[in-house]
């Protein structure tokens, strides 16, 4: 187990994060939503306590333990009156090598686990990136969302979720990360007594699978009455969290829509007002990779205004990547993400999760000074090489829910657009 | 020789700070002591809250009111300007009579002055550095905030006092920026979450102006022109009715002298603000339903007429919120999720100056997706509020309930944005920032039987206003069938 400790100077609370090298692509084929069922399953009780017990016990020394799951890693984060330390550590400490996974709590979960998968298609957003993934992804689990399928939890079995606790819960599979005003030294040593008998097993870090795009532009639309505005998100393959080109990217992408101020926003927003709001950036569709994920933009104009927002924002796409920057727009990029760095290291439970992401994915944990320097030895000309040579026009797909009818009649009008279909998706 | 450790100093004088202030911090507050002996007026409080951080607060002779929290834990502020005018005094407005027009021109604000016109208020922040650059508008009050590193506060406090004054309002920045508000209303119109909301409290409130949208309606939106903007500007945006928050990496001092020099010469003027209608005693349950495209399952939303949040019931009302609905192992959790009848359950208390509601919500689950699942859903939380009210069980709820509740505060304590957005809440609502930590000794101090009192005081069933969410669209038979059985019997009813 990797313990990684980040001193903070608050005092009242003490912040957790465990991180287990298991996401949705360690679900077998027939059982998609298995680390998630598995991991909400920890929390549902201990072989000690049931699901109320332990939730009362974590409860009542007011902390909080909560849990995210994306396609590579599972995120189980706490936070406790540091008051209530000990007896807090002794619970994580039960959930993390005692879990119940007793058959009646585990039918219930599975039934809540069900419900919520329906409700989450009630965002439009979801509902968007949803169908974007399973075609980008069609081959590969990364098709399936991280919190499974109706038909995959229905195969889930007790000894499945027994298994998939003895091979990823194991110390070498684990980074544990915290954030306390108790001393380093101190805090190694409570968190260490109680950790020593986790099981041993080989870690599990697995291999991002590339997305799949086609050799032309195609479009997507998930058909919806009544919608006033049109998700609409439009992608290309992108590039991995740890890729010697991201800060030049970040760059480009800093002026091209990482900002109120960028063009995105200047044009579809401020001189049009056709959006409420338009971003582009490498996490929106999935959070960061050691592996190549992907670049998109979203935006949700009003119904009525998409027939003029999406293809100016295919031309917005198109000048950004073929003529790149200007030189008062790099310089004016430079100067504002060299002033904004501090911002994320100021807090100690920042400062964690950089660290955190730097085991997770490679990516340099980097100081305000060491940020600086690198972001001042770019040029503009690099930069825009970067734009040019690392995204792709050609291939896109663009993604929207609303009337097909009107959305078919949009995107077959955009230059390029070889194909559009229409696609369901269900929970 | 300015000294190198602060303890020792007198209290008045922020004595007790926190042992982790590192040298420079010490010069800065020495510094400060003694600048502020000779030739500024004292500030009018100095404390230290809960979390250690000193708070000095300062009053201007032109109504403007300053809070400074200093925070020296990393070289970054956010500075917050919160006005006393929100969607609710507008509509009290007689030359309005209208909602919607506070948010427009909350997004009119960055749309240019004379010194910096439009574009140019979001790019110089850019340039240096703003971390997250924002406003909200809301029933009761309004503010606009930002966080910079730390030297960049004379710039802050130079572009907020320019467009307390000197806004260029534009006829045709504001036509462009219906739009973008429409694009904001219509993305409410797709939330099935904001459209229950909306629903409840147009059927919980009879009178009161916190009945009606914040953002407006697509009419009033579009009914707006810049002399109504202007009239909205010139009444409500003065020093007056305004306080300033900044917490982080700052010297109150310094804050101050630069507070004086660009907002000392802006004038005070008399404000005029409507009473809203006091909302009559609820004396029946109401119901209300409606149907939404986006959603998947049968909501339902009950609320409950409380009390602002300045009233002593409130934090016993905020210990019975979080006993329902905070955390994993509250109450409705387990008797709503856990028995099967709903996938999750939601509670809000409202935080604001005049009665609010206290909310419970749940999506049900598919198979409780008729009249009989709403009703069960009913009965549980009847028998809840029975149990409630009884001495054991509020004895042994209390400790948890407490625990939560300190935990989300002491959250919002952690980060300047945070602390400053806690605070600022109570500026319109009652008065004083420092009211958050009053209302957590209130929180610390509540006893089992403050709960059984609010409970039966409260949560009657004469009281509940409940509303319920239909799909609109069904992909079986079931839902159409739950629907219209709901409906046949509230027709009966």
Known sequence: MKLVIEPSLQKFLTHFSVLIHAGSLSDPENKPGLAYFATRALLRGTKKKNFHQLSQEIEVLGGSLALAIDQSETLLRGSVLTQNLDPFLDLIQEVLMEPGFEPVEMDLLKKILEGELEQSLQDPRTLVSRALLQKAYFTSPVSRPPEGTMEGLAQITPADLHAWFKKFVVSENIVFGVTSFVEEGDLKRRIESRLKDLRHGPSTISQFPSATFPAHRQAIIVDREEMSTVPLFLTVPGISDRDPDSLALEVGNFVFGDDFTARLMQVLRAQNGWTYGAYSGYGQLLGPKREAGLFSIYLFPSAEHVEKAAPKTLELFEEYVSKGLSEDEFRFAQEALSNRYPFRLDSAEKRLGLRIREIATGRPYQTTEQYRARLSSLDRNQVNDRIAKRTSTGNLIIAAAGEHRRLESVFSQLPGMKEVHTVEVTP | ?493
């Not at chain 2, 909602?99 to 208020?121: N, S, V, Y």
């Not at chain 2, 409202?350 to 409780?368: C, E, R, T, Y």
């Open chain 2, 1 to 493: 020789m300015p000294p190198t450790s602060l303890q020792g100093l007198p209290r008045e004088f922020g004595g007790d700070l926190p042992t982790y202030l590192d040298d420079s911090a010490a010069l800065r507050f020495w510094g400060r002591v003694m600048l502020m002996s000779h030739t500024r007026p004292a500030p009018i409080r100095q404390l230290d809250l809960p979390n250690g951080l000193p708070l000095t607060q300062y009053a201007f002779p032109n109504g403007l009111s300053l809070y400074v929290v200093e925070n020296h834990t990393a070289p970054v502020f956010t500075y917050e300007t919160w006005f006393k005018v929100g969607s609710k005094d507008e509509k009290l407005d007689p030359a309005l009579k209208a909602t919607g027009l506070a948010h427009l021109f909350e997004h009119m604000m960055f749309r240019g002055t004379k010194k910096f016109p439009d574009g140019q208020f979001d790019e110089v922040l850019a340039r240096n550095g703003v971390d997250d650059e924002n406003a909200t508008t809301w029933l009761d009050r309004t503010n606009y905030y930002q966080s910079l590193p730390n030297d960049k506060l004379e710039l802050a406090v130079q572009l907020e006092s320019d467009r307390m004054v000197n806004l260029a309002l534009d006829s045709k920045l504001l036509e462009t920026e219906k739009g973008a508000v429409l694009g904001e209303y219509r993305m409410g119109l797709d939330d099935p979450d904001m459209v229950s909301y909306d629903k409840l409290y147009e059927a919980a409130f009879l009178v009161h102006p916190y009945r009606y949208t914040t953002i407006g309606t697509e009419e009033e939106i579009k009914s707006f022109t810049v002399e109504m903007a202007n009239y909205f500007y010139r009444k409500y945006y003065a020093p007056n009715n305004a306080t300033i928050l900044v917490v982080g990496d700052v010297d109150p001092s310094q804050v101050y002298d630069l507070i004086e020099k660009n907002y000392g010469s802006i004038a005070a003027h008399p404000i005029e603000f409507q009473e809203a209608p006091p909302e009559p005693e609820q004396k029946e349950a109401r119901s209300a339903e409606f149907h939404h495209p986006q959603l998947s399952q049968i909501r339902v939303l009950f609320g409950y007429p409380t009390v602002p949040v300045s009233d002593p019931d409130f934090a016993p009302l905020w210990l019975v919120i979080s006993a329902l609905t905070y955390g994993q192992g509250a109450i409705l959790e387990e008797d709503w999720v856990n028995s099967g009848v709903a996938i999750s359950s939601y509670g809000d208390l409202n935080q604001f100056k005049d009665p609010g509601l206290l909310i419970l919500m749940a999506d049900l689950q598919s198979d409780h997706e008729s009249e009989e699942g709403i009703q069960e859903l009913e009965t549980i939380l009847n028998k809840v509020f029975t149990k409630l009210g009884t001495l054991e069980f509020a004895q042994e709820v209390i400790e948890r309930s407490r625990n939560q509740l300190l935990l989300s505060i002491y959250q919002q304590c952690e980060d300047n944005a945070s602390l400053a957005s806690l605070m600022g809440e109570y500026i319109s609502s009652v008065g004083d920032p420092t009211f958050a930590f009053e209302l957590l000794k209130r929180v610390e101090s509540a006893t089992p039987q403050d709960l059984i009192r609010v409970v039966k005081k409260y949560l009657q069933p004469h009281r509940r206003t409940r509303v319920i969410g239909y799909p609109q669209e069904t992909k079986d038979g079931a839902k159409e069938d739950a629907k219209e059985d709901a409906e046949e019997v509230e027709a009966k009813s």
